[in-house]
């Protein structure tokens, strides 16, 4: 009776971060960009920046670029650099909130939101930033190319614009990328956590059993396809990164006069310019991370010797 009433609740325990962990997520995220990634990255850069094409029209706009390689502007290096990075520092980051958010008192739920929310942050500030600026100026200054100079290369666009602008100017449209990965991660893990309790309700596995890979897919899928709820933040970073000339666009872009910006021309619909596919990437991600996990979780314990515990 003694030793019952002495147990308390568990220890709270920071977290390891494995290298395994960071292995299999870096590996993922790199198979996830080089496949359909990219090329839906690009459709989708492309609808937000030319925001009167339709779907077809951005597919034949990426295809007069260079043909199949038109979709794939921007995948070497920027988009390596931010796969093989990003899952680092969100593991990094997101293991220390947690812990610290919990250590206040925050349940499971609120916890792991918490930590996804600071991941994206440190994310969008530690690489995505300048990643996403530099994939943007290669997807949109096809414009130059138009006029009949042939456009620059990846790491003179990178040298002409830090000489010009400084780390301000390959970090243009940083606070827009903050802003959607911290909206990003946390609609998403509190929208597949809801998804998955539905599907535990029906499938009457409400007692901890585990989900099957396609219940799993399902509920990742859904959570991912409807975080885009957040396509107006996009559309803005695109926006404030893009290299496509307009002369009535604003000097000194903020995220609030790009907004107005946006919606003086496009109205409602300009900034959901792009979602299709962005769910499309919504839904390829999971496949990836949730369908290929477990194969990919095996590789990696095979070559690290190391058990991989992390979630995907």
């Given at each position: ?48 920046a ?21 979709y ?40 792991g ?130 290299k ?28 959901y ?30 070559l ?9």
């Amino acid at each position: 009776m003694a030793d019952a009433l002495a147990v308390g609740p568990p220890k709270l325990e920071k977290k390891p971060v494995k290298f395994s962990n960071l292995l299999l997520g870096a590996g993922l995220n790199m198979f996830e960009v080089t496949t359909l990634g990219q090329p839906l990255e690009v459709v989708k850069t492309t609808m937000a920046a030319n925001r009167g094409d339709s779907f077809a029209g951005a597919l034949s706009r990426v295809w007069s670029r260079g043909g199949v390689l038109g979709y794939y502007q921007g995948l070497i290096p920027w988009a390596w650099i931010e796969a093989s990075t990003k899952g680092a520092v969100l593991l990094f980051v997101a293991s220390e909130a947690e812990y610290y958010a919990k250590s206040f008192g925050a349940n499971d739920f609120v916890g792991g939101i918490t930590g996804g929310m600071a991941g994206g942050v440190a994310q969008a500030y530690a690489t995505m930033g300048f990643c996403t600026c530099m994939k943007t100026v290669e997807i949109t200054q096809h414009k130059i190319a138009q006029a009949g100079v042939k456009p620059p290369s990846t790491w003179a666009t990178f040298m002409d614009i830090y000489r010009k602008e400084g780390i301000r100017g390959i970090n243009k449209g940083v606070n827009a990328v903050a802003i959607r990965q911290t909206t990003n991660w946390g609609s998403r893990f509190g929208l597949s956590r809801l998804a998955e309790s539905g599907i535990r309700r029906v499938t009457g596995k409400e007692d901890g059993q585990k989900l099957g890979s396609m219940e799993k897919i399902l509920a990742s899928g859904l959570g991912g396809g409807l975080s885009a709820w957040n396509q107006p933040i996009e559309v803005i970073r695109v926006e404030m990164q893009s290299k496509t000339a307009d002369p009535n666009r604003p000097k000194n872009l903020t995220v609030g006069k790009t907004l107005n910006y946006i919606y003086s021309n496009n109205g409602l619909k300009g900034l959901y310019r792009g979602v299709t596919p962005r769910i499309g990437l919504g839904i390829w991600q999971t496949i990836c991370m949730v369908a290929l996990g477990d194969m990919a979780k095996d590789a990696v314990e095979k070559l690290t010797g190391d058990k991989v515990t992390a979630k995907h």
